[in-house]
T-cell receptor, first 116, second 113 residues
Framework: DVKVTQSSRYLVKRTGEKVFLECVQDMDHENMFWYRQDPGLGLRLIYFSYDVKMKEKGDIPEGYSVSREKKERFSLILESASTNQTSMYLCASSSSLPGQGREKLFFGSGTQLSVL | AQSVTQLGSHVSVSEGALVLLRCNYS??????LFWYVQYPNQGLQLLLKYTSAATLVKGINGFEAEFKKSETSFHLTKPSAHMSDAAEYFCAVTYSNDYKLSFGAGTTVTVRA
């Protein structure tokens, strides 16, 4: 089975801190995604990467950046954490784009980030 | 903009009763539609998908969904609920060769014994 591993299940940070959320997948997938999940809003795409060092902005990229130096690892960076970034963050990977209809997204278990 | 609307943020059903979760999409081009399920403290798992083949799609765990173009709907059903079906369910939409998968707000299902 494909495994998508997020480094922390729970994280507590203070406002203004630089925060790194790490995601690793073990199936050699080209595509990786970062979503945030908020009650009543579902999942919203933050960033997408289709190859090493390549990225595309999603629907809510403001306040976030990403890094993909190796194919298996996709990092989400909060340069200066704010309280409105308190949320559940989900990483996903896939061998094909959602719009190619061939492959599903594989999700990690999520990181619940609290910014105080 | 592509979007899906899930009607009802919470659904409560008795064990053995029909589960019906509603999803409507808005677009003028043919969509690809998905249902994902999230069990407590887990990531999302794909239940089923519609990608322009058969309009009635069967998924895992006894779930199925029917694509109705005339109603712009993709409702999820299961004839007989089980306690293990308690979870949050998300409808999602994308389009041919797009990288964005847009999710609905989610519907939480509770199953009463």
């Amino acid at each position: 089975d494909v495994k998508v591993t997020q480094s922390s299940r729970y994280l507590v940070k203070r406002t203004g801190e630089k925060v790194f959320l790490e995601c690793v997948q073990d199936m050699d997938h080209e595509n990786m995604f970062w979503y945030r999940q908020d009650p009543g809003l579902g999942l919203r795409l933050i960033y997408f990467s289709y190859d090493v060092k390549m990225k595309e902005k999603g629907d809510i990229p403001e306040g976030y950046s990403v890094s993909r130096e190796k194919k298996e690892r996709f990092s989400l960076i909060l340069e200066s954490a704010s309280t409105n970034q308190t949320s559940m963050y989900l990483c996903a990977s896939s061998s094909s784009l959602p719009g190619q209809g061939r492959e599903k997204l594989f999700f990690g278990s999520g990181t619940q980030l609290s910014v105080l | 903009a592509q979007s899906v609307t899930q009607l009802g943020s919470h659904v409560s059903v008795s064990e053995g009763a029909l589960v019906l979760l509603r999803c409507n999409y808005s677009s003028s081009v043919p969509p690809y539609l998905f249902w994902y399920v999230q069990y407590p403290n887990q990531g999302l798992q794909l239940l089923l998908k519609y990608t322009s083949a058969a309009t009635l799609v069967k998924g895992i765990n006894g779930f199925e969904a029917e694509f109705k173009k005339s109603e712009t709907s993709f409702h999820l059903t299961k004839p007989s609920a089980h306690m293990s079906d308690a979870a949050e369910y998300f409808c999602a939409v994308t389009y041919s060769n797009d990288y964005k998968l847009s999710f609905g707000a989610g519907t939480t299902v509770t199953v009463r014994a």
